[in-house]
């Protein structure tokens, strides 16, 4: 193998999680423990020296713990998954097999391109961090359930990581290697 070869065997590319919530129940009830916490807080803050500042604490933490139970139960009602980008190549067949919509002004067909490229990139990401790949079935039932916004989080994802990202650049290195003039080349 060359150099080249070598240095391309190293790629990667950029990758963007997405978490679904799939109990909104519970997300409403996170939301609301979330706000009696911060109400406690500021209970806390705001009570007067002298006043019941046990009690104030005591709240506190009884509102934690509301947060806390419901974040344990909330853990498993989130599906996970990694999208990652996909190189240049692949990217533009997906973009070919997804051609514009009759009578528009488009390039491709946003409608169906990034869910279409969020099939062949998107990973399920278990609780202990190992990715687990998703078949089409695992797609058919994902995509039966997804509200417009969950699908919105998707597209959002795959379109930042495969047309915005990018890899980062190297400009940080040209900045590490700009010499700076001494002062005692311009000073008496």
Do not use: C
């Not at 423990?33 to 007067?48: G, I, W």
């Not at 002298?50 to 506190?60: L, P, R, T, V």
């Not at 998703?134 to 417009?148: F, N, P």
């Not at 990018?166 to 940080?172: L, Q, T």
């Amino acid at each position: 193998m060359g150099a080249l070869a070598d240095k391309l065997a190293t790629a990667s590319y950029p990758t963007k999680d997405v978490e679904l919530v799939l109990d909104a129940h519970l997300s409403n009830l996170r939301n609301v423990a979330m706000s009696a916490l911060v109400t406690a807080k500021t209970a806390r803050k705001n009570t007067a020296e002298g006043g019941d500042i046990k009690g104030a604490d005591k709240a506190i933490r009884a509102a934690q713990k509301a947060v806390d139970d419901i974040e344990t139960q909330m853990r498993d009602a989130v599906l996970r998954i990694r999208f990652t980008a996909l190189p240049h190549k692949a990217y533009s067949e997906r973009v070919r097999a997804n051609p514009p919509r009759k009578n528009r002004s488009e390039l491709f067909n946003p409608e169906t391109l990034f869910l279409d490229i969020a099939r062949r990139s998107g990973q399920l990401v278990e609780n202990d961090g190992e990715l687990v790949p998703m078949d089409a079935g695992d797609w058919d039932a994902l995509e039966a359930i997804l509200t417009d916004g969950e699908t919105g989080a998707i597209v959002k994802a795959v379109h930042e990581i495969n047309s915005g990202a990018g890899r980062s650049g190297v400009g940080f290195l040209s900045r590490a290697s700009v010499t700076t003039v001494s002062s005692s080349e311009t000073s008496e």
